[in-house]
């Protein structure tokens, strides 16, 4: 069963004062029985993030040393355009356009397991880790 690990969880892996950075860390040694998987949104979103946030150390630290363990599915034209219908659809949430779009890959791929700490993925019906 595939996971996809979201934004939340790469930066809480990065930055040690996340308040679930210790969970996230001790989720990490399960995530190579789970074939755990990125979007390339989420790369571009936890890139900006790290960057701001953290420093060019981060965005090196994730590049090198975290996103290689992830397999990367590539947003194509439909699933982006699925996700853009999503957000036009629901003018007053407050879900993002990458959560969205991780909607979509997870329901395209049949994954309904996320690595996340962001309570939209649970709202949305997929099971977060770590519990």
Not at 16 to 40: C, G, I, K, Q, S
């Amino acid at each position: 069963m595939s996971i996809l690990v979201d934004t939340s969880a790469l930066y809480a892996l990065l930055d040690a004062d996340d308040a679930n950075h210790a969970r996230a860390a001790a989720f990490v040694p399960e995530l190579p029985t789970r074939d755990p998987f990125v979007h390339n949104y989420v790369t571009v979103e936890a890139t900006a993030l790290a960057a701001r946030r953290l420093g060019h150390r981060a965005v090196r630290v994730l590049h090198e040393d975290i996103l290689p363990a992830f397999g990367t599915v590539w947003i194509d034209e439909r699933l982006h355009d699925a996700a853009v219908t999503a957000v036009l659809a629901a003018p007053r949430s407050s879900i993002s356009f990458v959560d969205r779009a991780s909607f979509e890959v997870m329901r395209d791929l049949g994954a309904t397991d996320a690595f996340a700490f962001d309570p939209d993925f649970a709202r949305a019906g997929f099971t977060t880790f770590p519990r």
